[in-house]
């Protein structure tokens, strides 16, 4: 069984930084797509970004522009570096990886933006 761990969660002030980082267990990581996603009280789960095992990346229109979506597969670690946060980014953030039919979540890390 593969399990996700994420990290880098906590509280920061509007306009500040975070970087959440994601270490999967198993072998499949280099060849597995990564997301970020995330979902607040009483809202749906969303993607915030997502990365290809070639590279490619996609962005919620919500984060293009403040958050970066990147793979260290020497390190089997994907990260989210999201700047210039705002309150509405409040959420739990989940990291998933998608591979053939596989599709696997973590525990989730809370995200607080203070105003």
């Known amino acids: 069984q593969v399990q996700l761990v994420e990290s880098g969660g906590g509280l920061v002030q509007a306009g500040g930084s975070l970087r959440l980082s994601c270490a999967p267990s198993g072998s499949i990581f280099s060849r597995a797509a990564m997301g970020w996603y995330r979902q607040a009280p009483g809202k749906q789960r969303e993607l915030v970004a997502a990365?290809?095992?070639?590279?490619?990346?996609n962005y919620a229109d919500s984060v293009k522009g403040r958050c970066t979506i990147s793979r260290d597969n020497a390190k089997n670690t994907v990260y989210l570096q999201m700047n210039s946060l705002k309150p509405e980014d409040t959420a739990v953030y989940y990291c998933?990886?998608?591979?053939?039919?596989?599709?696997?979540w973590g525990q989730g890390t809370q995200v607080t933006v203070s105003l």
């Open positions: 990365i290809t095992p070639g590279g490619s990346t």
């Open positions: 998933n990886a998608k591979f053939a039919w596989l599709n696997y």
